[in-house]
């Protein structure tokens, strides 16, 4: 199963998703975590030192390597500059596993049984040249080829705002955790993410923090209604975690401990469509192409669709 945490900035999404992250480690699950936040702290989060969260490679600065890399011998991609963030595999394309020995999962470290990327930072050299999306299409390409297996887990923590809506981001996710606090901003931007998802079948949960009364609570519940899955109060714990402190799940209290397998159990309640994953992603491609990356790219690019080709356990792998 693919997860993102998105929410607007100051939410928690970044601690809230490392703890998910924390919890389905403990369970022995594989997981794979992407911090694809503008802010890059999940590395932190998760208990790596800051002088080695900030070595892992960015994703987003080998781009080239991994278009390369994942087109394989596709005859609809002609060469590596003719891929897009959009590019949906086809045949010939090469697919990615969990326990792939690849160059996209080299560029992962490991934390704690977890397999940690980072798309990577907004930096200097970017100001004034370029977006976050072209360090976010990277994960993008990544999900569109990874074929996850029952039990295994990607679970990415997104950057603030509605960034995850550019280009059919969001619906290479099995499930949304939009992370919301008893506010009426946050009761705002669920009624923005749920606008933007609703006609195309992806899951949101919301996952309801900083909730520190019954008051609280009954806000969230009054404004979200059913989608509310489970809430999280306040947690010395994670301002401890935050501090630097040693952290591990058992100083959580019940509520939360139980919250973070009300998560897993949502996740794993939500069926694989296989065939769905492939019709959006050729669905977004097409509106990325005419929009935009036909004429930035000098061809026609929706003729990179394979009609015969479905992602899953059963397409091939690509040479």
């Not at 781009?63 to 005859?75: F, M, T, V």
């Not at 050299?125 to 297996?149: F, I, P, Q, R, W």
């Not at 065939?275 to 990179?304: C, M, P």
């Amino acid at each position: 199963m693919k997860v993102a945490f998105v929410g607007k900035g100051g939410s928690g999404k970044t601690t809230t998703s490392s703890l998910f992250i924390r919890h389905l480690a403990a369970e022995r699950a594989p997981v794979v975590a992407i911090d694809a936040d503008i802010n890059q702290h999940l590395g932190v989060a998760l208990g790596m030192p800051e002088e080695q969260s900030a070595d892992v490679p960015a994703l987003g600065a080998h781009l080239a390597e991994i278009k390369e890399y994942l087109r394989g011998d596709n005859p609809r991609i002609a060469s590596a500059d003719e891929m897009v963030k959009t590019t949906p595999p086809g045949r010939g394309s090469r697919l990615l596993r969990f326990d792939g020995h690849d160059p996209v999962h080299a560029l992962s470290r490991q934390v704690d049984g977890v397999t940690f990327m980072a798309t990577g930072p907004f930096d200097e050299d970017d100001l004034g040249v370029s977006c976050y999306h072209g360090k976010t299409g990277a994960m993008e390409m990544y999900l569109n080829h990874l074929v996850d297996g029952p039990g295994e887990y990607v679970v990415a923590d997104m950057t603030a705002g509605a960034d995850t809506f550019a280009s059919g981001l969001f619906t290479r996710f099995d499930v949304l955790f939009l992370v919301v606090e008893p506010t009426r901003k946050g009761v705002a931007v669920y009624r923005q993410y749920t606008g933007h998802a609703s006609d195309f079948g992806v899951r949101i949960a919301v996952v309801g923090n900083k909730v520190q009364t019954a008051e609280d609570e009954a806000y969230l519940r009054e404004h979200v209604g059913p989608d509310l899955l489970a809430v999280i109060g306040h947690q010395p714990a994670v301002r401890a975690m935050e501090q630097g402190r040693p952290f591990d799940l058992d100083s959580l209290d019940d509520a939360a401990r139980k919250a973070l397998r009300c998560l897993q159990d949502e996740v794993d309640a939500q069926p694989k469509d296989w065939a769905r994953y492939q019709r959006q992603a050729n669905e977004f491609h097409v509106r990325n192409a005419e929009s935009w990356a036909n004429k930035a790219v000098g061809v026609d690019l929706t003729r990179q669709i394979d009609p015969g080709f479905v992602l899953g356990p059963d397409a091939p792998m690509g040479a």
